[in-house]
């Protein structure tokens, strides 16, 4: 059986702000790029279950050519290959067209693929919908915001999933897409070897030859890329000679503004 | 041709934020010439139907069935397809839920339709829907236009104002139910329901957020933050420090890798501010930093600040709301 993590490389968070329009844009993005820090989640667990079912682990990504930091990293915590799709063979396309090529790449891992683990959403794009799109495409059972697999067995994998209701146990069969939610692990930190290890990978690019998909026009556009408007605030700081003072203040002022 | 909304419902309740998508659909299908429709799958739903037309739908589609008594993709996506066929939708509008969320991005990447996940406002141009998304972690904004005939999108709650109930004018439609229970390959073997009364952080009006601030008693702290939640009927939610010291468990982490808020009012206690926590919840209205740190980075952001240790500032805060709120 084979075990696949969803990589994608994403600016490092702290850097986010930094991201200008005409970055966004085009792509080019100049700040550090890590990756993506939900994926980390997916990583590890397609690392534990690997070891778990005695099956291997692959991570996919997609990128420029030149883009292999994020698939490195996975490679360094402990998967054990990885694959890299040329951003270019979507090029033009939409979330749906990237999920197609994800698809693909997936199939060409063999009939062995049984799992797709990937994060919740990406913390550039924020869209949480390529694994439902890769799901859509595979004709595959899906799972979302998954806490904990329990059990794979007989064709079939148990798991716990969480949502604002609560929290179920669910039973679907395999092939399976599953979304990661941050309380199925704690991400490892590679360790030496396994970056000198990874430095020294090769790293496969599929490209059009491997993936062709037929050029569809896109079924979204996006435009007016634009930085939200800053709000200034002033703060008004509540004075009293004593705690109950301010408090008395501070009500004064949260039912003045109609928010309570 | 309608604007169609579906409507969550978790343990036969229907969650607000449905009603706050429903009332922008309104509003648009009255632009655009066209109806308001909700869906509303589930087991003895009739009750959140006779909501959703007091919410103003014009139809509402039923889908009334014990296999789809809770949420599972495969017979919810059946049910949708019907729905926007009975409804001829141009527009299928979901609140960005867990639920909601994967339910639109599935029909929408089955139809080959377009779609703008997560979005934060929604209106039209040339009498067409666009819909504007907050990507970069909050950072920036960009307007997703639609080049197919169905156009898809999640909404984030409290994107938009809550509607007044009105009387119901609309009809109710019943759906056939696609799917027997032996079609259905997902099977819910257990159920945890969240916590009687806790208030989902996404679409809560007021919040109380503890932080690093509580760590001389953390307990003690969250007790304090609790109990001024409980008189505000708010939502309690937590800084990334507080969570990962284990004070609170993560599902209360508000921010970049926690949850995106936009409450009414957000009451941050001993929260210092770091710029991942105001990527979370720096659009909330009106915003009340209690740090005993007259630097912290928070009260550039707040509205209201009080410079005062949270052990005796959110105590004192509880009871004067209790007592001006006659809850003493």
Known sequence: MKVVALIKQTPDTAELPKVSVDEARSGQIQTTMVINPW????????????????????????????????????????????????EAVAAEGDEWTAAEALAQAIRLQG?????????????????????????????????????????????????????????????????????VAKEINEPRYPSFMGIRKAN????????????????????????????????????????????????????????????I | M?????IEQIDNEPVPSCWEVLGKARELAHQMGTQAAALVAGQDVDAIAQEALGYGAD???????????????????????????????????????????????MVACRRNAGIAAQAVDLHLEDGRPVATRAIYSGN???????????????????????????????????????????????????????????????EARIIVSGGRGVAADPAKGFQLIGELADVLGAAVGASRAAVDAGYIEYKHQVGQTGKTVKPDLYIACGISGAIQHLAGMGQSKVIVAINKDPEAPIFERAHYG????????????TEEFRKRLGKG
């Open chain 1, 39 to 86: 994926d980390e989640f997916a990583a590890e667990e397609a690392i534990q279950l690997a070891d778990r079912l005695g099956a291997t682990s692959v991570a996919i990504s997609m990128g420029r050519p030149d883009q292999t930091d994020a698939l490195k990293h996975a490679l360094a915590m402990g998967i054990q290959s990885a694959v890299l799709v040329d």
């Open chain 1, 111 to 179: 009939d062995d693929v049984q799992i797709v683990l990937a994060g919740k959403m990406s913390v550039d794009g924020n869209s949480g919908l390529i694994h439902v799109g890769v799901a859509c495409k595979l004709g595959w059972s899906l799972l979302v915001n998954v806490t904990r697999i329990a059990e794979v067995a007989d064709g079939r994998i148990t798991v716990e999933r969480s949502f604002e209701g609560g929290q179920e146990v669910v039973q679907v069969p395999l092939p399976v897409v599953i979304s």
């Open chain 1, 200 to 259: 020294r990978a090769q790293i496969p690019v599929l490209g059009k030859d491997e993936i062709p998909i037929s050029p569809a026009p896109p079924r979204a556009r996006w435009e007016n890329l634009r930085k939200p408007e800053q709000r200034t605030v002033q703060v008004k700081i509540i004075q009293g000679a004593t705690p109950q003072e301010k408090a008395a203040g501070l009500v004064d002022a949260l039912l003045a503004e109609k928010v």
């Open chain 2, 2 to 6: 309608s604007v169609l909304v579906w």
């Open chain 2, 59 to 105: 139809t509402v589609y039923v889908a009334d069935s014990p296999v789809l008594a809770r949420f599972r993709l495969q017979p919810y996506v059946e049910t949708v397809h019907q729905a926007l066929d009975a409804a001829q939708a141009t527009l299928f509008l979901t609140n960005a839920t867990v639920h909601g969320g994967t339910l639109a991005a």
């Open chain 2, 140 to 202: 920036m904004l960009a307007d997703i236009h639609f080049e197919s005939d169905l156009a898809v999108a999640s909404i984030r709650p409290r994107s938009f104002p809550m509607p007044e109930p009105g009387p119901a004018k609309g009809t109710v439609v019943p759906l056939e139910i696609p799917l027997a229970e032996e079609q259905v390959e997902e099977k819910i073997l257990e159920v945890k329901p969240a916590e009687k009364g806790e208030i989902s952080l996404t």
């Open chain 2, 306 to 317: 009080v410079v005062e240790d949270l052990f005796v500032m959110v105590p004192a805060l």
